[in-house]
C-alpha cells in the first residue's frame, strides 16, 4: 500500500516564477494539508484541502493557492516566487473524523 | 499565536543512556503527536496522545501529556544510533483533522 507520493522530489526555480507542487494521499485518505519546512526549523501550516475545498489556511500570503481533485490528489501553487520561498513542502493526508497524518518525503525547492 | 516550545533544541548522548525531551505551550491542546523526521524524508507519526495524564510506551519510548494538556515529554531508555533523528511536537487545539502547530524540534544525536 502506496504511502504519500510527492513529485517532483527537488526543484530549482529562480525569484519571480511560478512552480506546482502534486501529491497523492495515501490510498483511503480523503484529506490533504500542505506544510511548509524551512531549513532547522518544524514544518508550517499552509492549507488543507477537503472535499475539493480548501478548509483551513495558515498564515501564508495569496501567492499560495491550492487544489485538489476528484481522486484526492492534490497541487500546490506558488506565484512570483521569493527566495525566501526556499523550503521543503511537504505534503500530508488524513482520513476525514480522525486524526493522524501520514506525511510524504516532500518536494526540495530551491529558489535562485 | 499560539506557540509550541521544545527544549533542549540539540541533545546529543552516548549510546545506551536515557533521554528526555520537552514540548511545552500555554495553551490548551485537544490531542498531541510526536513526529521522527530523517534526513531528505517527511516526519513519521510515532503517537497520538489526547487525555490529560496520559502515558504511552512504544517499545523504550515513554510519551506523556501533561494533567492540563498544555505539555508533553518523550523519555527514551537505553538509547540506539537509530534513533538519532529530529523529534517534532505537534500540537492539534480541536478534535479531527485540525491542522498541525509544530514545534522547532529537537535534533538528537546516538553517538555509538
Known amino acids: 500500500d502506496a504511502g504519500v507520493t510527492q513529485s517532483p522530489t527537488h526543484l530549482i526555480k529562480t525569484r519571480g516564477q511560478q512552480v506546482t507542487l502534486r501529491c497523492s494521499p495515501k490510498s483511503g485518505h480523503d484529506t490533504v494539508s500542505w506544510y511548509q519546512q524551512a531549513l532547522g526549523q518544524g514544518p508550517q501550516f499552509i492549507f488543507q484541502?477537503?472535499?475539493?475545498?480548501?478548509?483551513q489556511r495558515g498564515n501564508f500570503p495569496d501567492r499560495f493557492s491550492g487544489h485538489q481533485f476528484p481522486n484526492y490528489s492534490s497541487e500546490l501553487n506558488v506565484n512570483a516566487l521569493l527566495l525566501g520561498d526556499s523550503a521543503l513542502y511537504l505534503c500530508a493526508s488524513s482520513l476525514d473524523s480522525n486524526y493522524g497524518y501520514t506525511f510524504g518525503s516532500g518536494t526540495r525547492l530551491t529558489v535562485v | 499565536t499560539q506557540l509550541l516550545e521544545q527544549s533542549p533544541q540539540f541533545l546529543s548522548i552516548q549510546e545506551g543512556e536515557n533521554l528526555t525531551v520537552y514540548c511545552n505551550s500555554s495553551s490548551v491542546f485537544s490531542s498531541l503527536q510526536w513526529y521522527r523526521q530523517e534526513p531528505g524524508e517527511g516526519p513519521v507519526l510515532l503517537v497520538t496522545?489526547?487525555?490529560?495524564?496520559e502515558v504511552k510506551k512504544l517499545k523504550r519510548l515513554t510519551f506523556q501529556f501533561g494533567d492540563a494538556r498544555k505539555d508533553s515529554s518523550l523519555h527514551i531508555t537505553a538509547a540506539q544510533t537509530g534513533d538519532t533523528g529530529l523529534y517534532l511536537c505537534a500540537g492539534a487545539w480541536n478534535f479531527g483533522n485540525e491542522k498541525l502547530t509544530f514545534g522547532t524540534g529537537t535534533r538528537l544525536t546516538i553517538i555509538p
Open positions: 484541502y477537503y472535499e475539493e475545498e480548501e478548509r
Open positions: 496522545v489526547v487525555t490529560g495524564g
